[in-house]
């Protein structure tokens, strides 16, 4: 089993999942008047990432300014509607992503990826600092052809960046959005002051800095 977890599952062997979405609490614990499911404002555009352990890398999405909402769930993988023991063991295929529901006008997709690139480390394949397994992958899944282009295009600028760092390559996944399934209610906003506002948080960057405003534009 430990070795099925550093390699992804073949979708055959998928575990089963189930029809039935998992229920959650549809507000925001840091920003109670905000919803974490749709509808959201119209205007609102949203990325879904994945780096490492879902919980830390949620709270640094609310903290940036001009992010409206966001909720952790599972994405990448095969299982529907999956529960967080069923990712743990790596036999969904799934990793812990982040759904971030952002204002253009006040943050750009760019921008969003650049707090993306900077607060975990892409290179280091089904793990991400002690936390070991396929759901600790670094992911970016991208919703149409313009947030694709703009994902590799920071891929190939950071990449730049962190080989001039003495860094290694970067095995960030990028591909197109197939489902988000929101993680339980417990896992929202984990690391909130109305939850656990110390609990665990394994996120660390590489303290390399991302360059924004280079490829292409939206």
């Not at 080989?163 to 990028?174: D, R």
């Not at 399934?181 to 417990?186: D, G, L, S, V």
């Amino acid at each position: 089993m430990f070795g099925a977890k550093l390699k992804m599952i073949d979708p055959s062997s998928a575990l089963p999942g189930r029809d039935s979405a998992m229920p959650v609490d549809e507000h925001h614990a840091v920003f109670p008047d905000r919803r974490i499911v749709p509808p959201f404002p119209e205007g609102l555009a949203t990325a879904v990432v994945g780096m490492g352990c879902f919980w830390g890398a949620e709270r640094v999405f609310w903290q940036t300014e001009g992010v409206w909402t966001t909720a952790v769930g599972y994405a990448g993988g095969y299982t529907p509607n999956p529960t967080y023991e069923e990712v743990c063991s790596g036999l969904t295929g799934h990793t812990e992503a982040v759904l971030v529901v952002f204002d253009p006008k006040k943050i750009s997709f760019s921008q969003v990826l650049k707090a993306f690139w900077e607060n975990h480390d892409p290179t280091q394949g089904m793990r991400q600092g002690n936390d070991l397994g396929t759901q600790y992958r670094s992911a970016i899944y991208y919703a149409d052809d313009q947030q694709k282009a703009e994902a590799e295009a920071s891929r190939d600028a950071f990449q730049q960046a962190l080989t001039a760092a003495g860094k290694g390559e970067i095995t960030t996944e990028i591909a197109p959005l197939r489902d988000f399934f929101y993680a339980e209610t417990y896992h929202q906003q984990y690391l909130s002051d109305a939850k656990n506002p110390n609990g665990y948080c394994g996120l660390g960057g590489t303290g390399v800095s991302c360059p924004i405003g280079l490829g292409v534009q939206s």
